[in-house]
Structure formats: structure tokens, C-alpha cells
């Protein structure tokens, strides 16, 4: 790969509110275009495969591992593999643009670790892990056995925030954009 733009990673538990401030920055005129990971998972009713997520089987996703395409990857939750793909993380580059991820804490430093000069690795900070399941509860997409699932998650992904660039609040939304907004800005103009 030739490096050519900056990488900002959103890292955060499920349910912390940060694919409402990634997609927040992506209008503002920063110059970010969002890195559509691969997914083996099922695409919820409103995904959109090549939007969202490349939806893939976990055999495609397992043969892709195989061929090297990933520049990261991780089994986030049993048998849900999620990965950006080298591929992707290019063709935004080659547009000119920089690079924003939504991912998992471990993809989100194993990003840093690759591009340590270039990476802005945030980590988004629910106000309570308490809040955190309200959350969940209200977007009314996931089972309880899924919603307790991640907040067991949750729960470890917490601890690894000290690792991060910049941990961002994330109790008024608004504020937290704006934030976000300003650290990025500051980011990409340095
Ligand atoms: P969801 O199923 O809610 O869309 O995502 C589950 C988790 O997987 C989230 O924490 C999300 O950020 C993470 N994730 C999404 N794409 C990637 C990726 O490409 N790599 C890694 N490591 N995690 C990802």
C-alpha cells in the first residue's frame, strides 16, 4: 500500500453513540470519506450491502484472510468476523482523501500500530455502562441475548481507552460533535 492520506479511527463499546458522530464528521467538509469494512455477518433491515458493510459469507471472509487482504481483522463477537480491507483504505487514498473507520478497539489500535505517525486513534466514552444498555435497549434492533452480550463487551473495551489519542465524552451528543470536529480538524491540518 502507498500511504498518501491520514487515518481517523473511531473506536468505542456498541451503543456509545460514535456511528452518529462518525457519520456527523462525513458532512462536514473535512476532506473524510468513511472505510466500509467487510462483514460476515447478516445486514440488519435498514444495511446497505456496499454502504454499511460488504456484506460476505465467513467462507469469503476466511479466504480473503488467506490471501492477505486485510489490514486488519477481527472476530468481534462469535463467528461475526469484521476486517477492513487494504483495498478499501487505497481507493480512498487514491481519491485524494483521508481515511475514517468505525471499529473495534483492537482494530482501532492495530491501525495506530501500522500507522503510528498518521493514525488519530479516538475512543468514544459512554457516560455509564448503565446508559450504555439504555441505549441499546431503545435502538430496538438486537435480541436481550445480544444486547447483554455487548455490554459484556463493552464492560472489557472500556479499559483499553487509556491507549487511545484522545478519549471523547460522549454524554451531550452535540457537543461531542463539535469536539470532534475540532480535534480531527486540528488533526488533519497539522
Ligand atoms: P455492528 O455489528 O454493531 O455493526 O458492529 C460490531 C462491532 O464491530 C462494532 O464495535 C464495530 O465498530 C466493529 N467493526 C466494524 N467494522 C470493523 C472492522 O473493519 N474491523 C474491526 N476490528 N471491527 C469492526
Do not use: C
Amino acid at each position: 500500500m502507498s500511504k498518501q492520506g491520514k487515518l481517523i479511527v473511531f473506536s468505542a463499546p456498541s451503543g456509545s453513540g460514535k456511528t452518529t458522530i462518525v457519520r456527523n464528521l462525513l458532512n462536514r467538509d473535512l476532506g473524510l470519506e468513511f472505510s466500509i469494512s467487510a462483514a460476515s455477518r447478516e445486514p440488519r433491515t435498514n444495511e446497505i450491502h456496499g454502504k454499511d458493510y460488504h456484506f460476505i459469507s465467513l467462507d469469503d471472509f476466511k479466504s480473503k484472510i488467506g490471501n492477505d487482504e486485510f489490514l486488519e481483522w477481527e472476530e468481534v463477537y462469535a463467528n461475526n468476523h469484521y476486517g477492513t480491507l487494504k483495498s478499501e483504505v487505497q481507493r480512498i487514498w487514491d481519491k485524494g482523501k483521508h481515511v475514517i473507520f468505525d471499529i473495534d478497539v483492537i482494530g482501532g489500535l492495530n491501525i495506530k500500530k501500522q500507522f503510528p505517525e498518521d493514525t488519530l486513534a479516538i475512543f468514544v466514552q459512554p457516560p455509564s455502562i448503565e446508559e450504555l444498555k439504555r441505549r441499546l435497549e431503545g435502538r430496538d434492533t438486537e435480541t436481550p441475548e445480544k444486547i447483554a452480550m455487548r455490554v459484556a463487551k463493552a464492560e472489557t473495551e472500556i479499559e483499553y481507552a487509556p491507549k487511545f489519542d484522545y478519549i471523547l465524552y460522549n454524554d451531550v451528543l452535540e457537543e461531542a460533535q463539535d469536539e470532534a470536529e475540532k480535534v480531527v480538524s486540528k488533526f488533519i491540518n497539522s
